[in-house]
T-cell receptor
Framework: NAGVTQTPKFQVLKTGQSMTLQCAQD?????MYWYRQDPGMGLRLIYY???????DKGEVPNGYNVSRLNKREFSLRLESAAPSQTSVYFC???????????FGAGTRLSVL | GENVEQHPSTLSVQEGDSAVIKCTYS??????FPWYKQELGKGPQLIID?????GEKKDQRIAVTLNKTAKHFSLHITETQPEDSAVYFC???????????FGAGTQVVVTP
């Protein structure tokens, strides 16, 4: 039972490049989330998916898109990376109507 | 929306002493308050949580207290050990299914 798996673990991009961060969970959870973590700012919600087939914006959605590919997978896409998107990105999941969130190990992204 | 403030931002304690982290929230409708521990290079992990109908909860060396009137809640770690060194995040939730507002985090350092 791997829990929440994120790939890649590290990535360096040049400004303007695009990439997709992958997230998969094997706990049969309905809800999935993408956060970014910046020093002194805690975790901020980018997008979330309450259930398969639905996605909604969080606190800081600009510059990102998401896809809930199926119940297991929730991807985050940066279409044109900017230095301000340098951060650590975490994916999380939770059961429907349950509040306990389980986090992946994170993706450390640098945009030069 | 909900706003969560967390203090202190850093906390250095001697091994064996107690550590206390405090959080305040703004939305009186918040009804669930989890605490997450994040070790270096890893994702946050839930360590303890409390719901609004409970004033205190304890799990071995950690405890959480909630004062709904004052809108603040605290994490208490007793008999601290070096493995308690980590970043701790508080969070508050108002939605029924899981959209959190996190505090900025507290870096706890336990010195032998």
């Amino acid at each position: 039972n791997a829990g929440v798996t994120q790939t890649p673990k590290f990535q360096v991009l040049k400004t303007g490049q695009s990439m997709t961060l992958q997230c998969a969970q094997d706990m049969n959870h309905n809800s999935m989330y993408w956060y970014r973590q910046d020093p002194g700012m805690g975790l901020r919600l980018i997008y979330y998916s309450a259930s398969e087939g639905t996605t909604d914006k969080g606190e800081v959605p600009n510059g990102y898109n998401v896809s809930r590919l199926n119940k297991r997978e929730f991807s985050l896409r940066l279409e044109s990376a900017a230095p301000s998107q340098t951060s650590v990105y975490f994916c999380a999941s939770s059961e429907k109507d349950r509040v306990i969130q389980y986090f992946g190990a994170g993706t450390r992204l640098s945009v030069l | 929306g909900e706003n969560v403030e967390q203090h202190p931002s850093t906390l250095s304690v001697q091994e064996g002493d107690s550590a206390v982290i405090k959080c305040t929230y703004s939305d009186s409708a918040s009804n669930y308050f989890p605490w997450y521990k994040q070790e270096l290079g890893k994702g946050p992990q839930l360590i303890i949580d409390i719901r609004s109908n409970v004033g205190e909860k304890k799990d071995q060396r950690i405890a959480v207290t909630l004062n709904k009137t004052a809108k603040h809640f605290s994490l208490h770690i007793t008999e601290t050990q070096p493995e308690d060194s980590a970043v701790y995040f508080c969070a508050a939730i108002t939605d029924s299914w899981g959209k959190f507002q996190f505090g900025a985090g507290t870096q706890v350092v336990v010195t032998p």
